[in-house]
C-alpha cells in the first residue's frame, strides 16, 4: 500500500498483500495462473530481467500472498508449501544435515514425529524428544551437533505452553536454530519471530485458510536463515498454485474477527466442561488454572477455539456413544475451519509420560452459537454417563 505502515495488526490484515495499482484497482489480488512467462527478448531473459520467471517460481498470487506473510510475521523471507506438514517437514531440511541432532518437543504433531522416526532416521539425522515444558532445562540436552530445537506450542493434543524465549536464549548460544510450529497461535496471536524464532511454521489449512477448502503451509524465516530456506524451496520443487492463495489470501482478511469469536466461545466451553462431574480437567491455556496459563498470558496476545478435554474414566464405547450423537459438532480431523468440531485423542509421548484420568477428546469452538453447542455438548456427556452408569 501506498500510504504508511499500519499501527494496528487488525488493519495490517485487511491491507497487506494488496497491489490493487497492478490490477486496474481491483482489490484483491486475482487468480493467475501460469506456467510459462514470456520475456520480450533474449537481452531481458539474460539479465533475468522479468518480475516473475517461471511458474513454479512464483506468480502475482503467490507473491501477494506471501508478502503479506512477510510483514505479518516481520520474517525476511515466506515460502509457500502444499501443506502443513509439508512445511513442517521443509523447515527440518532446511535446518538439518546428515549427522546433525535435533531436539523435538514430546507434544508434536503426530505426523512430525513420523517424519523424524521414519525419513530423518535414514537420512542420519538423530531426534531426542524433550517434556515441552522443559524452559531453560534443555540445556541439558544438548549434544556438540545440536542444530536444531523443534517446538510446538501449545503441544498437539495436550496444550503444553512452552518457554519459547528461554529455549531461544539457549539454542542460540550453542548456535543452534529455534523452529516452532505456530499453527495454534497464528502469527497474529504471537509473533514467533520477535520471540527468537528463526523458523516459523504455520498450517494454513487450519486458521489462515479458515472455511475447511484449503491445504497449505508456509515457512517464515528471518535475515540470519532466509538464504537456506529460499536455496532449499527453489531447489526441491514445491509448489502452491495461485486459486489456493487466493483462498488464503481471503482467509487471511477476517483472521482477527475469526479468532477473537473463536476463543470465546472456546473460553465459554472450557469454562462450562470443567465443572461437569464427568469432566477431570480441560486442557486450554486461556483458563486461569492452566499449568501453562502464566506463560500464555506473558507472550501470547491471543487464542484459537481449540483445546482438550480430560474425561473422567469412561470406556471407549461410552466416549463413542458421546460423540457420535452430537449434532453440532462434526467429527473430523483439521481444525481452524468455522465449523465445530470433536474427536478422540490418541496421545503419543516418549520421553514423557501423559497423565491422564481418562480418555482425551479434543475440541474445536466453531462459530456457531455458543449456547447450541452447550446444549448438545449437555446431551453428549448424558450419553456418556448412561452408557457408564
Ligand atoms: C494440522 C497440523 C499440521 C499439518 O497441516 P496439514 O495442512 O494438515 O498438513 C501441522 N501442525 C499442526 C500443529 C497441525 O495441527
New binding site residues.
Given amino acids: 500500500m501506498a500510504s504508511g505502515k499500519p499501527e494496528n495488526r487488525e488493519t495490517a490484515l485487511s491491507q497487506l498483500g494488496r497491489e490493487s495499482k497492478a490490477h486496474f484497482g481491483v482489490v484483491n489480488t486475482p487468480v493467475y495462473r501460469a506456467s510459462t512467462i514470456l520475456y520480450p527478448d533474449v537481452a531481458t531473459l539474460d539479465a533475468h530481467g522479468m518480475p516473475f520467471s517461471y511458474g513454479r517460481r512464483g506468480n502475482p498470487t503467490i507473491r501477494s500472498l506471501q508478502d503479506a506473510i512477510c510483514a505479518l510475521e516481520g520474517a525476511t523471507q515466506a515460502m509457500l508449501l502444499p501443506?502443513?506438514?509439508?512445511a513442517?517437514t521443509s523447515a527440518i531440511m532446511v535446518a538439518c544435515s546428515a549427522g546433525d541432532h535435533l531436539l523435538m518437543a514430546d507434544s508434536c504433531?503426530g505426523?512430525?514425529r513420523s517424519f523424524c522416526d521414519k525419513v530423518l532416521r535414514r537420512f542420519g539425522v538423530k531426534t531426542t524428544y524433550y517434556d515441552p515444558r522443559i524452559g531453560a532445562g534443555i540445556a541439558a540436552l544438548f549434544w556438540p551437533n545440536t542444530k536444531a530445537v523443534f517446538c510446538?506450542s501449545p503441544g498437539?493434543l495436550t496444550f503444553e505452553v512452552q518457554d519459547i524465549p528461554a529455549i531461544a536464549e539457549v539454542a542460540h548460544a550453542r548456535g543452534a536454530a529455534v523452529l516452532l510450529?505456530n499453527?495454534?497461535a497464528t502469527p497474529l496471536h504471537f509473533p514467533a519471530l520477535k520471540y527468537g524464532v528463526d523458523l516459523s511454521?504455520q498450517?494454513?489449512?487450519?486458521y489462515i485458510g479458515g472455511h475447511a477448502d484449503v491445504?497449505?503451509?508456509y515457512v517464515a524465516a528471518n535475515e540470519a536463515w532466509a538464504p537456506r530456506l529460499l536455496d532449499y524451496h527453489g531447489t526441491s520443487g514445491l509448489y502452491v498454485c495461485g486459486d489456493d492463495c487466493y483462498l488464503a489470501l481471503r482467509g487471511l482478511r477476517t483472521l482477527a474477527v475469526r479468532l477473537k469469536r473463536h476463543q470465546e466461545t472456546a473460553t465459554i466451553l472450557a469454562n462450562w466442561l470443567k465443572d461437569r462431574p464427568e469432566v477431570s480437567r480441560v486442557l486450554y491455556p486461556v483458563l486461569p488454572d492452566d499449568p501453562g496459563h502464566e506463560l500464555w498470558k506473558r507472550d501470547f496476545s491471543g487464542a484459537c477455539g481449540l483445546f482438550g478435554v480430560v474425561l473422567k474414566p469412561a470406556s471407549k464405547a461410552a466416549v463413542a456413544a458421546m460423540i457420535d450423537g452430537l449434532t453440532h459438532f462434526g467429527i473430523g480431523h483439521?481444525?481452524g475451519g468455522f465449523e465445530s468440531l470433536l474427536v478422540p485423542a490418541d496421545i503419543l509421548r516418549t520421553a514423557k509420560k501423559f497423565e491422564a484420568e481418562g480418555p482425551v477428546i479434543r475440541i474445536h469452538a466453531g462459530l456457531e452459537a455458543p449456547e447450541d453447542l452447550i446444549a448438545d455438548l449437555e446431551r453428549g456427556l448424558h450419553r456418556l454417563r448412561s452408557h457408564t452408569a
Avoid: F, R
Fill in positions: 501443506s502443513g506438514l509439508s513442517v504433531y505426523p512430525t510446538e498437539s510450529d499453527t495454534w511454521i498450517a494454513v489449512t487450519k491445504m497449505m503451509g483439521s481444525w
